[in-house]
T-cell receptor, first 110, second 118 residues
Framework: AQSVTQPDIHITVSEGASLELRCNYS??????LFWYVQSPGQGLQLLLK??????LVQGIKGFEAEFKRSQSSFNLRKPSVHWSDAAEYFC????????FGAGTTVTVRA | ETGVTQTPRHLVMGMTNKKSLKCEQH?????MYWYKQSAKKPLELMFV???????ENNSVPSRFSPECPNSSHLFLHLHTLQPEDSALYLC?????????????????FGPGTRLTVL
């Protein structure tokens, strides 16, 4: 069965610093992978997705993610964090249905 | 209205009440979903409607009853809920290429209904 693990429950980062959120998956074939962001009181917004091809994927709001099959990972990165990036981030895998990780809460300090 | 809308945004109900959550998508999609989001737990898929047919019921208790009258509207009827059903209920939609087989479309989410069961 497929599963998604986000090892970090909470990350605090300074504004302007870089951010990396980890995502590991378990799946028998090439997965469809997604990163979503949820701001307080809001639904989930898609940041980026990987279906196939180039393993470095660019998304909205300056985010990127790299698919590494050998490590079963799909980590999300941003070079310079803005205060508005404070939110909860979810990694998800799609095979017939979306399976989500438990999420990582990002706090941005001034 | 654009995207996926949900009403009400907040709902407080007693265990003996009957209420309904409404979701409407303005994206022309053909698949709709209900998710439950509880604190400190991954999102749980509850129901999937693909081309207006229910294709997934993820072992959801019968006190939750979905209804999909057309491809734009999705309801979740609630009755005799328990306090542990308090959560954020999210609706999503996607465009699928087939009525059967894996769902692979990008899902668009509504803002959710915050449900509190007293």
């Amino acid at each position: 069965a497929q599963s998604v693990t986000q090892p970090d429950i909470h990350i605090t980062v300074s504004e302007g610093a870089s951010l990396e959120l980890r995502c590991n998956y378990s799946y028998g074939a090439t997965p469809y992978l997604f990163w979503y962001v949820q701001s307080p009181g809001q639904g989930l917004q898609l940041l980026l997705k990987y279906f196939s091809g180039d393993t470095l994927v660019q998304g909205i709001k300056g985010f990127e993610a790299e698919f590494k099959r050998s490590q079963s990972s799909f980590n999300l990165r941003k070079p310079s964090v803005h205060w508005s990036d404070a939110a909860e981030y979810f990694c998800a895998l799609n095979d017939y249905k979306l399976s989500f990780g438990a999420g990582t809460t990002v706090t941005v300090r001034a | 209205e654009t995207g996926v809308t949900q009403t009400p945004r907040h709902l407080v109900m007693g265990m003996t009440n009957k209420k309904s959550l409404k979701c409407e998508q303005h994206l022309g999609h053909n698949a709709m979903y209900w998710y439950k989001q509880s604190a400190k737990k991954p999102l749980e898929l509850m129901f999937v409607y693909n081309f207006k047919e229910q294709t997934e019921n993820n072992s959801v208790p019968s006190r939750f009853s979905p209804e999909c009258p057309n491809s734009s509207h999705l309801f979740l009827h609630l009755h005799t809920l328990q306090p542990e059903d308090s959560a954020l209920y999210l609706c999503a939609s996607s465009q699928e290429t087939s009525a059967i087989g894996p769902a692979s479309g990008e899902q668009f989410f509504g803002p959710g209904t915050r449900l509190t069961v007293l």
